[in-house]
């Protein structure tokens, strides 16, 4: 099979287009044959080491943890799926060496869900990780019916997700953004809230009893979450550990098929949708990630990978 590989921690120019055998299929695993896959922030920052010391590389590793395709084998005890199934997984596991950016990968059946037919292969694949992390933190804290929600950075691939799921049931969202994107929060159902200096007031212009859930998807934003939680408020982040010293959670999304069904229901439901900004061929993966680095691309990159 073609994959996309890199043999040292390094930069854009450490990838590689090459040919490896097809990955086996274990117990309660599925074979997919991937057709779309999406690039994130964590996939340029596992190329350059950044989390060596939290995960095992086994090189060459063909990085890439989302995916959307077609189930080609089971493995044994795996009556979830059978070949045919249009499926998305967010494909982490315990260690890094066999991703997305190939012809075929291998995934545990739970991480798997039904590809939502309402989505593109492309927007199928950008919804795994970006979906599952607004998701499971929103669940963590316990989101419900009602309650005010303030979201940093809600344009952006996790933010945008993260509003529709909790626009969808049912809590009125603030979201901060810059002014370029205020339309696009409001196509959402989001308050849109210019960030920068003096944000806490414009949030407590807008709910002067403040809010009942933070969720930080950018970072160093904890004064102005600490400004605007109300007494007896829940907050979070994904990248800011300092929150756990300030009664805020600390999340690290998890692969979950049921959490990635329940997404891709909503999908379905058209209460979620994924946009995409730009897609690229297979052997274009080292123009993916540095258009990803930009930090400005509103939408998801795809590379696709087969049609």
């Given at each position: 099979?073609?994959?996309?590989?890199?043999?040292?921690?390094?930069?854009?120019?450490?990838l590689?287009?090459v040919?490896?055998?097809?990955?086996?299929?274990?117990?309660?695993?599925?074979?997919?044959?991937?057709?779309?896959?999406?690039?994130?922030p964590?996939?340029w920052?596992?190329?350059?080491?950044?989390?060596?010391?939290?995960?095992?590389?086994?090189?060459?590793?063909?990085?890439?943890?989302?995916?959307?395709?077609?189930?080609?084998?089971?493995?044994?005890?795996?009556?979830e799926?059978?070949?045919?199934?249009?499926?998305?997984?967010?494909?982490?596991?315990?260690?890094?060496?066999?991703?997305?950016?190939?012809?075929?990968?291998?995934?545990?059946?739970?991480?798997?869900?039904?590809?939502?037919?309402?989505?593109?292969?492309?927007?199928?694949?950008?919804?795994?990780?970006?979906?599952?992390?607004?998701?499971?933190?929103l669940?963590?804290?316990?989101?419900?019916?009602?309650?005010?929600?303030?979201?940093?950075?809600?344009?952006?691939?996790?933010?945008?997700?993260?509003?529709?799921?909790?626009?969808?049931?049912?809590?009125?969202?603030?979201?901060?953004?810059?002014?370029?994107?205020?339309?696009?929060?409001?196509?959402?159902?989001?308050?849109?809230?210019?960030?920068?200096?003096?944000?806490?007031?414009?949030?407590r212009?807008?709910?002067?009893?403040?809010?009942?859930?933070?969720?930080?998807?950018?970072?160093?934003?904890?004064?102005?979450?600490?400004?605007?939680?109300?007494?007896?408020?829940?907050?979070?982040?994904?990248?800011?550990?300092?929150?756990?010293?300030?009664?805020?959670?600390?999340?690290?999304?998890?692969?979950n098929?049921?959490?990635?069904?329940?997404?891709?229901?909503?999908?379905?439901?058209?209460?979620?949708?994924v946009?995409v900004a730009?897609?690229?061929?297979?052997?274009?993966?080292?123009e993916?990630?540095?258009?990803?680095?930009?930090?400005?691309?509103?939408?998801?990159?795809?590379?696709?990978?087969?049609?």
């Open positions: 099979m073609k994959a996309m590989t890199f043999d040292r921690y390094g930069g854009p120019d450490v590689r287009l040919d490896l055998p097809v990955p086996k299929v274990g117990p309660g695993e599925i074979r997919i044959r991937v057709r779309s896959a999406a690039v994130n964590v996939d920052k596992i190329m350059a080491g950044g989390l060596d010391s939290l995960m095992q590389a086994y090189f060459p590793v063909i990085p890439g943890w989302d995916v959307a395709g077609v189930v080609d084998a089971v493995g044994p005890d795996t009556p799926f059978r070949p045919g199934d249009e499926v998305i997984a967010y494909a982490r596991k315990s260690f890094i060496h066999d991703g997305t950016f190939a012809e075929f990968i291998s995934v545990f059946a739970e991480a798997a869900a039904r590809k939502p037919a309402s989505l593109d292969w492309d927007q199928a694949a950008g919804l795994p990780l970006a979906g599952l992390t607004a998701y499971q933190l669940t963590r804290l316990g989101l419900k019916a009602g309650d005010i929600v303030l979201i940093h950075a809600a344009a952006g691939g996790v933010g945008a997700l993260g509003a529709q799921i909790a626009v969808a049931q049912g809590a009125r969202v603030i979201g901060t953004a810059s002014e370029k994107n205020h339309a696009f929060l409001s196509s959402l159902g989001v308050e849109p809230v210019t960030y920068g200096e003096g944000l806490a007031e414009r949030v212009a807008l709910a002067p009893d403040g809010v009942d859930i933070v969720a930080d998807f950018v970072g160093c934003v904890l004064d102005v979450t600490r400004a605007v939680l109300r007494d007896g408020g829940r907050h979070a982040s994904i990248v800011d550990g300092a929150v756990q010293d300030h009664g805020g959670t600390l999340v690290w999304v998890r692969p098929g049921r959490d990635l069904q329940a997404l891709a229901d909503m999908a379905d439901a058209g209460r979620l949708t946009s730009q897609t690229f061929p297979l052997e274009a993966l080292a993916a990630f540095a258009l990803c680095k930009t930090g400005r691309v509103r939408g998801k990159i795809a590379i696709q990978v087969s049609r």
